[in-house]
């Protein structure tokens, strides 16, 4: 079967061997066997999103985790600050708000990142449960500095709690958990990580469970406190994806091999490599400079070609990259290097490109 090799920001490429693991037999999911498998998943993501802390694992989007982050840790009748600097953070605060909860908006200008200065005029004054920020927002490409916001936090208002969504930047770029004082780090499967679909993982700290305690309405299937009662026992509430778990098993394997400071560095130069192409070729880049992503760069296309022939051009050799999302649609291009993707296959599509833009 022919097949588009993507480079687009998720689903990302999956290796075959990652896929095969999935084909391994079905075991029951209250089993020794299915309690080994979900113990060895969560010791390994432990290790990528560097905590001590536990990673709850959940048949879910990373969406789902944003939902669950304010069933958790909102409590009834408290402020929740979702700062909005694009298509993600402002996905933040749909959930906060779709989930009862006072959510404020906080606009920010799109490509440019989320500062503690920004942090620090939004809270001045108010009382605030929670934050929420998005590290590398996906639809722009840009990253925002979440451990300068942690020390404000720490700093001047201790009792809000951070929640980031790091979705296309866990095991892409340097996401130090605990020693940055996140209280709540999630991604999903399908982007750096270079896993299918279908699973999302969250690393949350202590101080979130604490405040779980006095949140009603917690909800069911998101609920930290019956997540976590099980967790110690290495299992789930409900049935989890046992196949997805086989992949994650065997890919978590293989990043921790790479070693994270070896896979970072990796994802440094597929950025640099990208950025570098789109200035000399004539585009801009939309993020703000010293805050463009190490994932996904999103292209200004300044020379204004056409979007849908480029897409055809590169289907044609097996290629595909993203459009711009929302209202950036045709303005921008979007260029995933993330995953498992290697310099020379990154220079496959870079050469690709550059024949259209001479074409």
Same mark, same amino acid.
């Given at each position: 079967?022919?097949?588009?090799?993507?480079?687009?920001?998720?689903?990302?490429?999956?290796?075959?061997?990652?896929?095969?693991?999935?084909?391994?037999?079905?075991?029951g999911h209250r089993s020794s066997d299915c309690d080994a498998l979900i113990a060895r998943v969560e010791e390994k993501l432990k290790q990528v999103f560097m905590t001590? /802390?536990?990673?709850?694992?959940?048949?879910?989007?990373?969406?789902?985790?944003?939902?669950?982050?304010?069933? #958790?840790?909102?409590?009834?009748?408290? %402020?929740?600050?979702?700062?909005?600097?694009?298509?993600?953070?402002? %996905?933040?605060?749909?959930?906060?708000?779709?989930?009862?909860?006072?959510?404020?908006?906080?606009?920010?200008?799109?490509?440019?990142?989320?500062?503690?200065? +920004?942090?620090?005029?939004?809270?001045?004054?108010?009382?605030?449960?929670?934050?929420?920020? $998005? /590290? #590398?927002?996906?639809?722009?490409?840009?990253?925002?500095?979440?451990d300068e916001i942690a020390a404000l936090l720490r700093q001047k208002y201790p009792d809000t709690l951070l929640f980031v969504d790091a979705v296309s930047s866990i095991?892409? +770029? *340097?996401?130090? =958990? +605990?020693?940055?004082?996140?209280?709540?780090?999630?991604?999903?499967?399908?982007?750096?990580?270079?896993?299918?679909?279908? !699973?999302?993982?969250?690393?949350?700290?202590?101080?979130?469970?604490?405040?779980?305690?006095?949140? =009603?309405?917690?909800? *069911?299937?998101?609920?930290?406190?019956?997540?976590?009662?099980?967790? $110690?026992?290495?299992?789930?509430?409900?049935?989890?994806?046992?196949?997805?778990?086989?992949?994650?098993?065997?890919? !978590?394997?293989?990043?921790?091999?790479?070693?994270?400071?070896?896979? $970072?560095?990796?994802?440094?130069? !597929?950025?640099? &490599?990208?950025?570098?192409?789109?200035?000399?070729?004539?585009?801009?880049?939309?993020?703000?400079?010293?805050?463009?992503?190490?994932?996904?760069?999103?292209?200004?296309?300044?020379?204004?070609?056409?979007?849908?022939?480029?897409?055809?051009?590169?289907?044609?050799?097996?290629?595909?990259?993203? #459009?711009?999302?929302?209202?950036?649609?045709?303005?921008?291009?979007?260029?995933?290097? &993330?995953?498992?993707?290697?310099?020379?296959? &990154?220079?496959?599509?870079?050469?690709?490109?550059?024949?259209? $833009?001479?074409?």
């Amino acid at each position: 079967m022919s097949h588009t090799k993507l480079f687009i920001p998720g689903p990302v490429e999956v290796r075959p061997e990652i896929l095969q693991a999935q084909t391994a037999p079905m075991i029951g999911h209250r089993s020794s066997d299915c309690d080994a498998l979900i113990a060895r998943v969560e010791e390994k993501l432990k290790q990528v999103f560097m905590t001590q /802390h536990r990673v709850y694992i959940l048949a879910s989007s990373g969406s789902g985790l944003q939902e669950a982050a304010m069933r #958790n840790g909102v409590r009834e009748g408290r %402020r929740v600050a979702n700062f909005v600097n694009g298509a993600f953070s402002l %996905r933040w605060h749909e959930v906060a708000a779709g989930c009862g909860k006072q959510a404020v908006r906080c606009d920010l200008p799109w490509g440019q990142p989320v500062r503690p200065a +920004d942090v620090d005029a939004a809270l001045a004054g108010g009382v605030w449960d929670a934050i929420t920020v $998005v /590290h #590398n927002e996906t639809s722009t490409g840009a990253t925002s500095p979440v451990d300068e916001i942690a020390a404000l936090l720490r700093q001047k208002y201790p009792d809000t709690l951070l929640f980031v969504d790091a979705v296309s930047s866990i095991a892409g +770029d *340097w996401i130090p =958990t +605990d020693a940055w004082g996140l209280d709540i780090c999630l991604c999903s499967s399908q982007k750096a990580l270079a896993m299918p679909p279908g !699973l999302a993982f969250a690393a949350v700290s202590d101080r979130v469970l604490a405040r779980a305690q006095e949140v =009603t309405g917690r909800g *069911w299937y998101f609920d930290f406190l019956e997540l976590e009662r099980y967790l $110690v026992k290495s299992t789930t509430p409900a049935t989890p994806a046992i196949s997805l778990l086989r992949a994650a098993d065997r890919q !978590l394997s293989d990043i921790l091999a790479e070693g994270m400071p070896a896979r $970072v560095a990796r994802h440094r130069r !597929l950025a640099e &490599m990208t950025q570098q192409w789109a200035l000399q070729h004539g585009f801009g880049l939309f993020a703000a400079e010293g805050h463009r992503s190490q994932t996904v760069t999103c292209i200004e296309n300044i020379p204004g070609l056409d979007y849908a022939s480029l897409s055809k051009f590169l289907k044609a050799r097996g290629l595909a990259i993203s #459009n711009g999302y929302g209202a950036l649609k045709g303005k921008t291009w979007r260029i995933a290097h &993330m995953g498992d993707v290697s310099e020379k296959e &990154m220079q496959e599509l870079l050469d690709a490109l550059s024949e259209f $833009v001479k074409s």
